[in-house]
């Protein structure tokens, strides 16, 4: 990692605008680079919708921005807050300053006329299917416009994929996109030393809980499972619109349980319990370019996976044993097989070795020294 200070020898300043509430699922990707960030000696302040309150235990400011409720104008409003804090904070002095996408098209003109060189943040391309995704389209391409133009100094992704997905849309080298991958707190998130296999097959999935994310195949996963007499439960946790469903079924099957989104440590200890989790998510454009947060964590826990194969599921150094992809047309046949030839041996040694894994390939040390490097890169050239 480079010097973290500027020619004066202070540490240097630090903010990040984004619409990331601490509520959100994918909320940890923000929280974790911004510990990583104060922790290598950045003076970091975020700028974000939610109440400070939420921060009080972090080594970083944090000043809330106000939001509309309107759905497709959130992003907007989250923008003009944003530039009249800083019209009110004008004695504030900031080194360099990260955007998301969403937040773009307002201000990297409003940066840019006070002379404040940029770093574009994107977490993932427009991934809603609403009336709203080809206007969230049209700002996502406004965005990395501007890192092409040269606005904007650096943008960051999540995968590979992602970079590469960018690259083809614009003529941006390579080294001006950096890859900042989706991580996990292996301290907070780990096996239960107690958890054997047993007669009952423990599954789990946490995330967005919306059709299009291929939510829906896991409750037939179970049941088909459960009708060739292998005792399986599937508990799934989070937000969306396959929520009523599920809770539906959930009154119906006492072997599958839903629940909310909760907080980091809870989910941590919830996720300990089981065996395997899955990632049901299919290979569309923008699945395909993900760094998937639960990956991580899934392998951080012991857990074995099962999901389906594509770019943005893939890791390299697997082994098929404990980190089982297929085809998603072949998800149930090939699933299935999968899991009736687990036993308990199998069981312990798959889950020694993805923690294993975790602990080799998957903390945040990765995202935050390259994100570190854009930093100080997008300074330098400054």
């Known amino acids: 990692m480079g010097d973290l200070e500027d020619m004066g ?20 990707t923000t929280l974790s680079l911004a510990n990583g960030l104060s922790d290598s000696g950045y003076n970091l ?21 106000p939001r509309s409720n309107t759905k497709g104008l959130q992003a907007s409003s ?5 530039m009249k804090w800083f019209e009110n ?42 009336i709203f995704s080809r206007l969230q389209w049209r700002e996502w391409r406004f965005a990395w416009k501007k890192v092409f133009s040269g606005d904007v100094k650096r943008g960051c992704v ?13 003529p941006i080298p390579v080294e001006r996109i950096h890859v900042l991958p989706a991580g996990v707190d292996i301290h907070l998130f780990k096996p239960n030393p107690k958890k054997k296999l047993g007669k009952e097959i423990q599954m789990v999935y946490h995330g967005r809980l919306d059709k299009h994310r291929g939510v829906m195949a896991l409750p037939m996963l179970v049941q088909k499972l459960r009708n060739r007499e292998i005792q399986a439960t599937l508990t799934m946790i989070g937000e969306g619109n396959a929520m009523d469903d599920l809770v539906e079924m959930n ?19 919830l996720l300990g319990n089981h065996h395997i989790g899955l990632l049901p998510m299919p290979r569309t454009k923008v699945w395909s ?36 992809l297929v085809d ?45 490097s854009a930093i100080q890169t997008a300074r330098i050239e400054e």
């Not at 302040?45 to 921005?65: C, F, G, R």
């Open 9 to 28: 020898g202070t540490p240097l300043n630090i903010c990040w605008v984004t619409v990331r509430k601490a509520s959100d699922l994918c909320s940890t």
């Open 45 to 65: 302040t975020i700028l974000n919708p939610d109440e400070s309150a939420n921060y009080d235990d972090y080594a970083w400011v944090q000043h809330k921005l």
């Open 78 to 82: 989250v923008a003009k807050s944003a």
């Open 89 to 130: 904070h004008s004695k504030q002095d900031f080194d360099i300053v990260l955007v998301d996408w969403q937040v773009a098209r307002k201000l990297i003109p409003f940066f840019k006329r006070r002379g404040l060189p940029m770093i574009l943040m994107d977490r993932s391309p427009p991934a809603d299917r609403s």
């Open 158 to 170: 999540v995968s590979s994929a992602h970079q590469n997905f960018v690259a083809e849309h614009f």
């Open 251 to 269: 009154k119906k099957y006492p072997w599958i349980q839903i629940h909310q989104q909760m907080q980091q440590k809870t989910l941590a200890k």
């Open 289 to 324: 370019l993900a760094s998937p947060l639960k990956r991580s964590e899934y392998l951080a826990s012991g857990l074995l996976v099962l999901g389906t194969k594509h770019e943005g599921h893939i890791l390299k150094n697997t082994e098929k044993s404990w980190f089982h």
């Open 328 to 372: 998603q047309h072949d998800f149930h046949q090939l699933g299935i097989e999968w899991i009736q030839s687990l036993n308990e041996d199998k069981f312990d040694k798959g889950s020694i070795l993805s923690r294993k894994y975790a602990e080799k390939y998957c903390s945040w040390n990765e995202a935050i020294d390259e994100l570190s």
